[in-house]
């Protein structure tokens, strides 16, 4: 609360589709969650974004940030994770999700997390929505580990000690291109 940040959520909500409704849920949420740490009247307020949008203001958004989060239960490739790496933003990611295959210690932070059952009650959708059963799993992020991380990348995020600078991810694009990826398959 009493340094230069703000958290930055883009996002949407699964079964949602007006961006101010999305929005409004989202901030109660997140208020909710302050409220619950007796944090809520300390930090500075979210800056959420629900609208879809152009591609050249995602790579503005990207450009605004100094890292790219995605604390996700369970994700497989994640567009916006490599768009972030190529564009030279730190990640931030689970270790157990697809978004590992690109993003590691070298250029990024990998997050410990745990393995745990599906709660229905702890997921976040709707019944409409209902895509897991009693049989699978997903990976819970140690909030911990993410605080850790992102306090990592605040500290150097103006030295030489910021792990991804412009252009790390650059090989990205060769390694999961259409012919690398086909001649995969393909063996």
């Not at 619950?36 to 990207?62: A, N, S």
Request: aromatic share 10%; glycine share 6%; with cysteine.
């Amino acid at each position: 609360y009493n340094e230069d940040v703000i958290l930055v959520i883009k996002t949407s909500l699964l079964g949602v589709s007006d961006p101010n409704q999305a929005k409004a849920q989202i901030y109660k949420y997140t208020d909710t969650v302050k409220k619950q740490l007796h944090i809520r009247g300390k930090l500075k307020k979210e800056f959420i974004i629900t609208e879809r949008l152009p591609y050249k203001d995602i790579i503005g958004l990207h450009n605004a940030c100094d890292c790219f989060v995605m604390p996700s239960n369970g994700e497989a490739f994640c567009r916006p994770a490599a768009e972030a790496l190529v564009l030279g933003k730190t990640p931030i990611v689970n270790k157990n999700s697809g978004m590992s295959d690109y993003i590691n210690d070298v250029n990024g932070y990998l997050l410990k997390s745990t393995k745990q059952p599906v709660i229905l009650a702890n997921r976040g959708l709707s019944d409409d929505y209902d895509f897991y059963n009693a049989s699978q799993y997903w990976y819970h992020v140690d909030i911990y580990d993410l605080c850790e991380k992102l306090r990592y990348v605040y500290d150097a995020r103006n030295s030489d000690a910021h792990k991804n600078k412009q252009g790390v991810g650059t090989s990205l694009s060769e390694h999961f291109s259409y012919a690398t990826i086909g001649s995969n398959i393909c063996t």
